[in-house]
């Protein structure tokens, strides 16, 4: 049986395929920097991110259950990576706040600005290297995936489903039933008790939710 001849062709096919296949962690970064944005946005208070981010580093709780391997146990070897790659070739900071070396794998104060630099770096057009986006977008997506399952955790989507009933159902100004009235009183304690929605990375492990 004869052999395909054209080899440069299949070659070239190939290549493209695989290159093709390539994914951009620039872009699914800048993606997730948005909800991370939009969450450090309100719980700071502030639209300056230079601002932003002093208060973040100021956050100190969901980073303590970290260190203590209580939470975000999948982000330490990419923590680890990041100590590695920024000893052997420290990363050019692009501004005064961060010498680009990370100290340890605990180093979450380097790992905020780290996040902020790539931002930057991707957003006004500089030049980064793939590896940094992919250990940027899969620390921040570890985070942001702790972030979001305890705002879930809150308050979920059943409970703010009653309690727009029972307040229709007030306001259409039904007779409430003994049972209507304990719901009622159920969901609101549930509410009121509740951490804020904004404030769960200073909720420790094992705070009641």
């Given amino acids: 049986m004869s052999r395909?001849?054209?080899?440069?062709?299949?070659?070239?096919?190939?290549?493209?395929?695989?290159?093709?296949?390539?994914v951009d962690y620039g872009v699914h970064y800048l993606q997730l920097y948005i909800a991370y944005n939009a969450w450090?946005?309100?719980?700071?208070?502030t639209l300056n991110d230079r601002e932003a981010i002093s208060i973040l580093k100021k956050r100190f709780v969901i980073w303590d259950d970290y260190t203590n391997g209580k939470t975000l146990r999948l982000l330490e070897?990419?923590?680890?990576?990041?100590?590695?790659?920024?000893?052997?070739?420290?990363m050019v900071s692009t501004h005064m706040y961060w010498n680009g070396e990370f100290r340890d794998q605990y180093d979450w104060h380097s790992l905020i600005e780290f996040w902020y630099q790539i931002r930057c770096l991707?957003?006004?057009g500089s030049q980064y290297k793939p590896k940094h986006a992919w250990l940027a977008y899969e620390t921040l997506n570890i985070f942001m995936g702790e972030i979001i399952d305890r705002m879930r955790a809150c308050f979920d989507d059943h409970d703010l489903e009653s309690m727009q009933s029972l307040s229709n159902t007030q306001n259409e100004s039904i007779r409430q039933s003994a049972r209507?009235?304990?719901?009622?009183?159920?969901?609101?304690?549930?509410?009121?008790?509740?951490?804020n929605i904004w404030q769960v990375d200073m909720q420790r492990v094992g705070d009641s939710k």
Avoid: G
């Fill in 180 to 195: 209507f009235k304990r719901l009622q009183y159920r969901l609101y304690r549930k509410y009121i008790a509740s951490p």
């Fill in 40 to 45: 450090y946005r309100e719980v700071s208070n």
């Fill in 4 to 22: 395909n001849n054209n080899v440069p062709q299949d070659a070239y096919l190939l290549t493209r395929w695989y290159q093709s296949a390539q």
């Fill in 77 to 90: 070897p990419y923590m680890k990576r990041l100590v590695e790659v920024s000893h052997q070739h420290p």
């Fill in 122 to 124: 991707i957003v006004h």
